[in-house]
């Protein structure tokens, strides 16, 4: 099932998409089920997924990027944190931040949590998570500098989440691919990854406790690089799907 949050014009709501006759359509899901058909998928505004509290990133899980940039295997997930006002839904713009020489794109594999997550055993791990979602984890690469990641990962927009969460994925590994501008840039598939999502998440759990609709990012191939204002960024992943967002210039900030 594809599970989807869209701009009902009063507000966000929840719903799912259908395939029909006349192509793909989302009806709304409320308190007691589903409701009326909202409209054909292509003509809905979709927003984020999910609207998470908690977006907990793992770095450094995929070797073709730990050979790229020199660095040895962990021995455990490498955990960060991305704040929620970072995160924006398919479509909407990516903005780099006044000043910043080199933003960048990293494709990923984005986990949905279905209900609450604490102490997680490997085994049970996937019975916590309500589906799979594309993410792209940007950076500011300038922002590193500073020792620490807020403002490298958590300015607002740079965690686009979408189009959809997909609840029933299929066996992995998944596929995945980012494109720049049409140009692949990143391929991979999530077998490739040194920790799976079931060791991520008992990892994670051991200190910070998961409630529904949090998100987990589960790290991003080699091939991370630049992307500026024009540019059009997808990450597309098998069996989950695909979102796409542009870059644009954040206008600089007014003096007061």
Not at 59 to 80: D, H, I, M, T, V
Not at 97 to 120: F, H, K, M, S, T
Not at 163 to 174: L, V
Request: proline share 9%.
């Amino acid at each position: 099932m594809r599970l989807v949050r869209y701009d009902s014009g009063q507000g966000p709501r929840t719903g799912r998409v259908e395939t029909g006759g006349d192509g793909d359509v989302v009806r709304e899901l409320g308190p007691s089920g589903p409701g009326a058909v909202a409209g054909r998928l292509a003509e809905v505004v979709l927003l984020a997924p999910c609207d998470p509290r908690t977006i907990v990133c793992v770095g450094s899980n995929y070797p073709c990027q730990l050979a790229e940039k020199g660095r040895p295997r962990p021995e455990r997930p490498a955990l960060f944190l991305k704040a929620p006002n970072a995160v924006v839904g398919p479509g909407e713009p990516v903005l780099r931040p006044a000043g910043v020489q080199r933003l960048e794109y990293e494709g990923e594999l984005a986990v949905v949590i279905g209900r609450r997550a604490r102490d997680l055993d490997e085994r049970a791990a996937w019975s916590h998570v309500l589906g799979l979602t594309c993410a792209n984890d940007v950076t500011a690469h300038d922002y590193r500098a500073d020792g620490q990641w807020a403002r490298a990962k958590s300015a607002d927009t740079f965690c686009p989440l979408g189009p959809w969460i997909e609840t029933e994925p299929g066996a992995g590994p998944w596929g995945l691919r980012t494109t720049l501008n049409g140009r692949t840039v990143q391929e991979s598939d999530t077998g490739a990854m040194i920790f799976d999502v079931a060791r991520i998440l008992a990892h994670v759990t051991r200190w910070i406790t998961l409630q529904p609709g949090d998100v987990v990012l589960t790290g991003s191939p080699g091939g991370v690089g630049p992307m500026t204002a024009g540019d059009r960024v997808t990450v597309e992943i098998d069996g989950v799907g695909t979102l796409e967002n542009p870059v644009a210039d954040r206008p600089a900030p007014v003096p007061h």
